[in-house]
């Protein structure tokens, strides 16, 4: 096992431990409220495993110190991300010169990448399609839990704005941790292929 799963695991292993408690009702509290309180948790820990994981990634990435020429071109967007939002609305031709020079620069150096990752605070299936074509991973395998992490989403922001007319129910909490389960092993799968494929290279077919 790569160090870099190893630390994956280390770092969120106390999300499992939450899950299971999620499953017990706390004593004195009405069953409808806790699963109420347990679906925006459940969300939490869906989209804080994806973002700590591509954290510990990147982290992995920068200590490799990579040439722009030497990864493939997802990545290098993903790289320059920042440099991509001075081209919005209209540019002197002195603005552009200036992002070009800024953008040979950034080339020419070794790659750095921000640990900085945007989930639109709706880590829904699209996304998470959004995530996987920007790092290579394959999100066809993600199929059979998207529909149940879109509803966690959709409840949890209906929640979130004061709706009371989500009752959730214990069967659904179930099914939302079962998901989210499955969606962070799948995704932690992803992590390991990338690394061990060393997908972040440019191909040399």
């Known amino acids: 096992m790569h160090r870099v799963i190893e630390e994956i695991l280390i770092d969120n292993e106390w999300r499992d431990k939450d899950f299971a408690k999620f499953k017990i009702t706390a004593n004195d509290v009405d069953k409808t409220l806790w699963y109420r309180m347990c679906i925006p948790i459940v969300y939490a820990h869906w989209e804080g495993f994806v973002v ?54 950034r080339l020419a150096t070794k790659v750095k990448f921000q640990k900085k990752i945007n989930t639109k605070s709706n880590l829904k299936s699209t996304v998470l399609q959004e995530i996987c074509f920007m790092y290579g991973f394959s999100f066809e395998k993600f199929s059979g839990v998207t529909s149940d992490i879109d509803r966690l989403v959709n409840v949890r922001n209906s929640i979130a704005h004061g709706e009371n007319s989500i009752v959730p129910t214990e069967e659904n909490l179930l099914m939302y941790i079962d998901a989210v389960k499955e969606a962070m092993d799948l995704f932690l799968e992803e992590i390991d292929i990338f690394i061990g494929n060393e997908s972040y290279l440019v191909s040399q077919a």
């Open 52 to 105: 700590n994981s591509l954290k510990t990634l990147i982290t992995y990435l920068n200590k490799l110190e990579l040439l722009p020429g030497n990864i493939n071109t997802n990545l290098i967007v993903v790289c320059l991300a920042d440099s991509y939002k001075s081209l919005s609305g209209k540019q002197t031709f002195e603005q552009r010169i200036e992002f070009t020079n800024k953008f040979q620069s």
